[in-house]
């Protein structure tokens, strides 16, 4: 099992770009099942995951792969799906896989598709993708761990999800391209990746209105067709990256990332005393002092995402302060506290919330990563840390970050990579 080994201390300064979004990505995967003819994704990561959701859609039947004659492109056509079921042991890598029911059951009249796993995070049940669909006149059945969805012809109808649910609504709204009549969505989620995903749609030919607020209007059309799309920067990784800034007391600059859809973060590390620098060719973070200890609750967007947590709580550990984190979204997620105390953080928790109290150094120990962003905020204090630490299981981290080490290493870092090839894993 491969590991990366840091040697921290040192400041990180330089120029990066950041990757195309996985997020994004796995969403435009599914939708292109719903095109008639091929869709070609650019700007694409190369991620365990991506590569996960393409094995997914050969497994349907669907053409999909690397163009290798350029990088970072996707060819996929969904013209040949002749198996749409998704199995278990392709499904249970990522939650983002379940996405394939709208667009199967909306094109192809069924769809079977197991029930996720991903990250162990918390709680993130698929009754909300059920209840939009059955809405949408799909009829449902939950049987030995698959969810299978059946219509000929699905309905436009109104939906009002429970809770703010980013999947939940890109997978509804994409079923619903396809249906007949209006379909709205209440309560519908407003992320950036919401928005690129209906843009890629109207692309297709769908009709979209109000993505990026709580009420999404769809009506649906007869046909789709393939588009040539570009992914839009990582949000997520570019905070990693400002949030490894932050914490080194460093001078980093990305590109290819919009400021607009992170301002949350932007805003969040600008209150720990960085400075913050943002035009029209990319964002420059500058910290000269300890970061200042700050309050942040996590939330659906626009609020501070709960990806970034554990990476601005790295930041805290080394603050000139206290702080208190508070995770609303999933209810497991303080799982790189215990790795971070092994840091010589001091962090108390109780329920959702955690007391940060700064200390004026962090020192390098053994650490294992737990899940896909806590692996990256240990890689953040692992940067600010003196002496070297060694981040076990950073396959979760290769879910979502493309050649994080690459990247840091231009900015400067001590890292790298031990593969178990080497036998030394």
């Known amino acids: 099992m491969d590991r990366i080994v840091v040697s921290g201390g040192g400041r990180l300064c330089g120029e990066v770009q950041v990757s195309g979004s996985k997020n994004a990505t796995l969403a435009l995967m599914a939708a292109a099942l719903l095109a008639e003819g091929e869709t070609v994704l650019r700007n694409v990561p190369r991620l365990r995951d991506v590569d996960a959701m393409l094995q997914l859609l050969a497994a349907l039947g669907a053409r999909a792969g690397w163009d290798e004659s350029v990088p970072g492109t996707l060819r996929i056509s969904g013209d040949g799906v002749d198996r749409p079921e998704a199995p278990y042991d392709l499904v249970r890598r990522m939650r983002a896989s379940f996405m394939v029911l709208g667009p199967l059951v909306a094109r192809f009249g069924r769809g079977r598709v197991s029930e996720p796993g991903g990250c162990a995070i918390g709680v993130r049940p698929v009754d909300q993708h059920v209840k939009g669909l059955e809405a949408l006149g799909a009829k449902v059945e939950l049987t030995h761990g698959y969810v299978e969805a059946t219509s000929e012809r699905l309905r436009g109808a109104r939906v009002a999800f429970d809770v703010c649910t980013v999947n939940g609504t890109q997978n509804v709204m994409m079923a619903a391209c396809l249906a007949d009549g209006e379909t709205v969505l209440e309560n519908a989620a407003r992320e950036p990746e ?24 769809i009506e649906g059309v007869r046909r789709l067709r393939g588009v040539d799309h570009v992914v839009s920067g990582d949000r997520i990784e570019a905070g990693t990256l400002l949030a490894a800034g932050v914490a080194t007391r460093g001078d980093v600059r990305l590109r290819g990332v919009d400021a607009r859809v992170m301002e949350a973060t932007i805003e969040k590390l600008r209150e720990t005393g960085a400075e913050i620098e943002v035009d029209e060719s990319g964002i420059r973070a500058r910290a000269f002092d300890a970061p200042r200890g700050v309050d942040v609750v996590t939330a659906p967007y626009p609020g501070f995402a709960t990806d970034m947590q554990s990476q601005l709580m790295a930041v805290l550990c080394v603050s000139a302060g206290s702080s208190v984190v508070t995770e609303t979204v999933f209810e497991n997620r303080f799982m ?90």
Do not use: F, N, Q, W
């Open 194 to 217: 919401v928005i690129e995903l209906a843009a890629a749609l109207g692309e297709m030919g769908a009709r979209i209105e109000g993505a990026g607020t709580s009420r999404i209007e």
């Open 336 to 425: 790189h506290v215990p790795e971070l105390l092994r840091l010589g953080a001091d962090i108390g928790v109780t329920g959702r919330t955690a007391h940060v109290r700064g200390v004026p150094r962090l020192m390098g120990a053994p650490v294992m990563a737990t899940d896909l962003r806590a692996s990256a905020g240990l890689i953040v204090a692992a940067l600010a840390a003196e002496g070297e630490t060694e981040v076990s299981r950073v396959y979760h981290i290769d879910r979502g970050y493309e050649r994080i080490e690459e990247k840091l290493r231009s900015l400067g870092a001590r890292i790298r990579r031990v593969r178990e090839s080497e036998g030394e894993a």
